[in-house]
């Protein structure tokens, strides 16, 4: 990258502790502060987030002067595979149903995997499993999943 | 010693023994060796997914289960360390380093013989430890003020950062950055909701296990899919499961001091398995007549670290059960997990639920028995295990963490959270960020803000009170200590060499 980045793992860190030191400090004043012998709600948070901003000011500053490895490669495609499809199940749990979500979980997030294949064997095992999972959660362990959601009137 | 220890470890072999809690304590272990194998499944996850199925039991099965599947996965973790030189859990990573070239000789059985037989007497030792310790700590915890135990919760705020890798700014950043997410939700003081974003499900704050499922299951998942390796399976038979008179002499030693050093690491709020195998590895390559033959298969490589893994992992066990407060991410769940079932964990636990307390310290015992009894037969079972590809594996854990996350409350919203979480736990581990002392921040921000206010009320506002009281300071100073050590020049290369051996 530039040639002010010299330690962009440092670098990078610090700017997260900074942002988010900020922001929680900046939330922080609408809670009362009161005083050391009375702890208003903002007097610890306040604390805290002004820590993480030094700290995050020292690894910025680390990150300028030190040299340091680069950040590799960023995983994207399992990174949002896994993540969207297990929003995915949440969302569709309640609606269509643990049987429909399960199968989107498993089926979506396979691919995540550079040796997935799309064999008839895989959807056997995915099959299997949500025969597993009704089995031993819904009707052995009794969790209120439903197992057909509101969309067919489950 | 008195003999009211007996009559309590006596009520404690009663408690573990009646068949419920057998059964509960093999199926703990059993779970904890298979995910002590299967790379890429550590306690914490697995622990996280499984709290919600323990809401149904008795409270001392369900604490015998999970921690079963805690020191389970320490024997586990060691048989992939020997058989495939890939350690399953962190703490048998210097296994491999000798375990693997002994399997490579066609030593396999031995390795794998000496290392559940150097756990198993750790594990012995340390039960009997945990025993004899923990009720003279309770004694002094019961005269703990909110100033001692806010000193104590710094200390072991400052002892994890130890055993953090990379720089202590990140490793204190990562602390500074829990301790602010357990503050999210209501203030027990005022009653205001904070950073709940005036979301509902956010004003009782964010659920722990969600984070450690997230942080631990999710994004371990997504680290793996971008490094998947082959997997090859060094020995397809494992033969030559006896130890001779030779090999008996050349492990007492080194699996003592391991003993020694794994329970003593392990007491220390922040230390446990992984930081006590290193440990005794490198003491052990000082001290053995046989260094030459350290990383070339020498036998005392593998018992040395295994006794130490097993031995520092039951000790962490003797602060959760005496004082309530947790030295590493399992036991953070473990006191979810008795919140959950009613119980407030500290030192009033020994005397209000004695059956409870010495059941699940004998439940230890009874599971490092099944463990030794059930490994060597079940070895061919493990083998296969190992053998799972990754990419069939992974929908399976993330199903799991899914439906585990969903029951905790009922509500989407906290698999929505620990999605959120897997992907922070996936940038974690790119840019170096260790997760362990953030999720011990999380556990300890609230308790901390609460004990420092009152620490602060009573002395009307004079933080001196930390230092004016003896044990509190003497907590404190202790933590000044380990800081100014980790900072030393020297040390401080020292460290970074001893996690580098970690990659």
């Known amino acids: 990258m530039s040639s002010v980045i010299k330690g962009p793992k440092d670098f990078w860190k610090g700017v997260a502790y900074l942002s988010f030191g900020a922001i929680a400090y900046w939330i922080a004043r609408d809670y009362s502060f009161g005083s050391a012998s009375r702890m208003g709600a903002g007097y610890f948070p306040t604390m805290l987030s002004g820590l993480l901003m030094l700290l995050g000011l020292l690894a910025v500053l680390r990150g300028v002067t030190r040299p340091g490895v680069p950040l590799g490669a960023f995983a994207w495609k399992p990174a949002l595979v896994i993540t969207a499809s297990t929003l995915a199940f949440g969302v569709l749990l309640t609606r269509a149903g643990l049987i429909v979500a399960l199968l989107v979980l498993i089926m979506g997030s396979a691919p995540a995997s550079s040796r997935f294949r799309f064999e008839w064997q895989v959807v056997f095992m995915a099959l299997g499993l949500i025969v597993f999972c009704v089995l031993v959660f819904v009707t052995g362990l009794g969790l209120p999943m439903p197992l057909l959601g509101s969309w067919f009137g489950g | ?503």
């Open chain 2, 1 to 503: 010693m008195d003999a009211n220890l007996f009559a309590n470890l006596w009520l404690g072999l009663q408690t573990a023994g009646s068949f419920i809690n057998l059964f509960y304590c093999l199926t703990g272990v059993i779970l904890g060796t298979a995910i002590g194998v299967l790379p890429g499944l550590g306690p914490v996850a697995t622990i996280a997914m499984l709290l919600p199925i323990t809401f149904g039991l008795p409270p001392v099965s369900s604490l015998i289960m999970l921690a079963g599947i805690f020191y389970g996965a320490q024997y586990g973790g060691s048989t992939t360390a020997i058989l495939i030189n890939l350690p399953g859990e962190s703490s048998s990573v210097v296994t491999a380093l000798d375990g693997h070239e002994m399997a490579k000789n066609g030593r396999a059985g031995k390795a794998l013989v000496t290392a559940a037989l150097a756990s198993f007497f750790a594990g012995t030792v340390t039960t009997i430890m945990i025993a004899l310790f923990s009720p003279p700590l309770a004694e002094i915890a019961l005269k703990f003020g909110s100033a001692e135990y806010f000193s104590l919760m710094v200390l072991g705020l400052v002892a994890s950062m130890a055993l953090a890798r990379g720089s202590l700014i990140h490793a204190l950043g990562m602390i500074v950055l829990g301790l602010l997410l357990g503050i999210v939700g209501t203030d027990v003081n005022s009653g205001v909701a904070r950073y709940s974003f005036d979301i509902p499900e956010l004003i009782d704050g964010i659920n722990f296990v969600v984070v450690a499922m997230g942080v631990f299951g999710l994004g371990e998942i997504i680290s793996n899919l971008q490094n998947e390796t082959e997997r090859s399976l060094l020995v397809k038979k494992v033969t030559g499961l006896m130890l001779n008179k030779e090999d008996f002499k050349a492990i007492a030693a080194p699996v003592l001091r391991g003993t020694m050093l794994g329970s003593i690491l392990g007491i220390l709020p922040g230390g446990g398995a992984m930081l006590s195998s290193f440990a005794a590895y490198a003491l052990e390559k000082k001290v053995s007549k046989n260094s030459a033959n350290f990383g070339k298969g020498a036998i005392e490589g593998v018992a040395a670290p295994e006794a130490a893994n097993n031995a520092g992992a039951q000790a962490s066990f003797i602060p959760m059960l005496t004082l309530g407060i947790p030295s590493n991410p399992v036991m953070a769940l473990m006191i979810g997990a008795m919140i959950i079932q009613g119980i407030q964990p500290g030192p009033s636990v020994m005397v209000e639920q004695p059956a409870l307390f010495w059941g699940l310290v004998a439940s230890m015992w009874i599971g490092n028995v099944m463990l030794v009894i059930l490994n060597l037969p079940l070895i061919g079972l493990w083998v296969k295990m190992i053998s799972v590809p990754y990419h069939l594996l992974f929908p399976v854990i993330l199903v799991f963490c899914c439906i585990g996350a969903f029951s905790l409350a009922n509500t989407s919203f906290d698999v929505y959270f620990m999605a959120l979480f897997g992907l922070a736990g996936y940038l974690f581990r790119k840019l170096e960020c260790e997760p362990a002392p953030m999720l011990l921040g999380f556990i300890l921000g609230p308790m901390m803000e609460e004990f420092l206010r009152r620490a602060l009320l009573l002395s009307k506002g004079n933080p001196m009170v930390l230092i004016a009281r003896p044990i509190s300071a003497t907590m404190l100073t202790l933590a000044a200590l380990i800081m100014v050590t980790l900072m030393l020049p020297a040390l401080r290369k020292k460290r970074e060499e001893v996690f580098v051996e970690d990659d």
